[in-house]
């Protein structure tokens, strides 16, 4: 597991920022130390192990910033902690490289401080593309991203962004000089505006020219946002993470609109809103499409014998399951402990062998219910008719479904087993 390092001399403070990373629940190992002597020591035991440094600037054995020159030389992204402000000294830290550089006053810093790590974390995940003609300037910023360990990608022109963008689709946030060959900065935020929308894709202009309308220019473009050369890094980085948080934000917003409260699958509003247009497409190519109802045997009993709450925890295992083996297709609970399942590519014989092989699967994995180990079974109906329409079909999948309660549970009934 990586570690995080955590430099401070004052018990007080220690305090709180133990207290914050045990109720932060990061995914890496803290370790403390009061000293330098302790931080290096630490460092050799597992080296190479860090994930990021949290230091103060002034300790008993190093009173002018050697610990912040120590984990800097070892390549840790380090957050720099002081008791001070001091203008000059903060130039001197951004040069070096430090990720950011924290007052201390009052708790509301240290919870920015551990901020600044979950940030990190997050931001390992996040693909940017940075697009500028001068190698000097591209090659600042891109590595002002890195030092935030955003993934990076680069481009020479409007042009080249284009091809980039085409081969990686996972892009997140993309920063254009203005004046570039073949393709300039607006014509790159129009043309690329026109496929992402705002809460799809980050675009932000920079420019090094004087003219005042610049930004506004970029912005109506299409652009979220723009800096002017030469900007401080503590600007960047306020903009880059405003823009960033602001896309988590929506994106968010979005995953809990679309989803089920219980069981973090879709529910069954967003299941017909792509559904519907999977169906068309799978109509259009003539290409199989099944649809699946399942329905889990005898779960009233759970609410009737342990009460509704230990039916939530059962509804919540099941969807686990179901989503670790079927979360490739459209997934979503449809209502109480039925769930639907649209699988493109699938004609009935291989939809039912797969949902067969679930079952199984699901039947092997015990869930404890109020102390008792206990194995859930389900019933399904499965059909690649595809009808007049979807509605057609679930209701083809649902008759299916009755036909297998009805003879006893625990079955998959598809259009094999129909009659005719």
């Not at 974390?121 to 090659?139: A, P």
Request: hydrophobic share 40%; charged share 25%.
């Amino acid at each position: 597991m990586k570690k995080i390092l955590i430099v401070e001399d004052s018990d007080m403070v220690m305090k709180i920022l133990r207290h914050l990373v045990q109720s932060a629940s990061l995914p890496y190992e803290a370790v403390y130390a009061t000293n330098l002597a302790q931080a290096t020591a630490i460092y050799e035991q597992t080296p190479n192990d860090f994930f990021a440094a949290l230091v103060d600037l002034n300790l008993p054995d190093a009173p002018n910033g050697e610990v912040v020159d120590f984990t800097l030389s070892k390549k840790i992204p380090t957050i720099v902690l002081t008791g001070s402000y001091d203008e000059k000294r903060r130039e001197q830290l951004f040069a070096k490289g430090i990720v950011d550089y924290v007052t201390k006053e009052g708790r509301y810093a240290y919870s920015k401080a551990i901020g600044m790590i979950q940030r990190l974390e997050k931001n390992q995940h996040i693909k940017v593309l940075v697009v500028d003609d001068s190698d000097v300037s591209r090659k600042h910023m891109a590595n002002l991203f890195r030092r935030h360990l955003f993934h990076v990608l680069e481009a020479v022109d409007g042009v080249d962004a284009i091809k980039v963008m085409l081969e990686n689709s996972d892009i997140k946030l993309l920063i254009t000089d203005y004046n570039m060959p073949k393709m300039d900065g607006f014509e790159l935020v129009r043309n690329l505006r026109y496929k992402y929308d705002k809460t799809d894709l980050i675009m932000i202009g920079v420019s090094g020219e004087s003219n005042e309308a610049l930004s506004a220019k970029f912005i109506k473009h299409g652009a979220n946002d723009f800096l002017r050369k030469p900007f401080h890094p503590e600007e960047f980085y306020c903009r880059i993470i405003h823009n960033v948080e602001s896309l988590e934000l929506v994106e968010q917003i979005t995953y809990n609109a679309q989803r089920d409260h219980l069981t973090g699958l879709f529910h069954r509003s967003h299941f017909f809103n792509v559904a519907r247009d999977m169906y068309k497409t799978a109509v259009e190519k003539a290409v199989p499409l099944s649809m699946a109802i399942i329905n889990i045997d005898h779960f009233s009993d759970i609410n009737e014998r342990h009460g509704n709450a230990w039916g939530d925890v059962a509804l919540k295992h099941i969807a686990t399951s179901l989503n670790n083996m079927l979360g490739r297709f459209l997934l979503a609970r449809a209502d109480s402990d039925d769930f639907y399942v649209l699988m493109p590519g699938l004609d009935h014989e291989k939809a039912a062998a797969l949902l067969s092989k679930v079952k199984q699967l699901l039947a092997a994995d015990d869930c404890v219910i109020n102390g008792e180990a206990t194995r859930f079974y389900f019933s399904a109906g499965v059909t690649c008719h595809m009808g007049q329409s979807l509605d057609q079909q679930i209701a083809r999948a649902n008759t299916y479904l009755r036909n297998a309660k009805e003879s006893g549970g625990n079955m998959i009934v598809d259009d094999g087993d129909a009659e005719e």
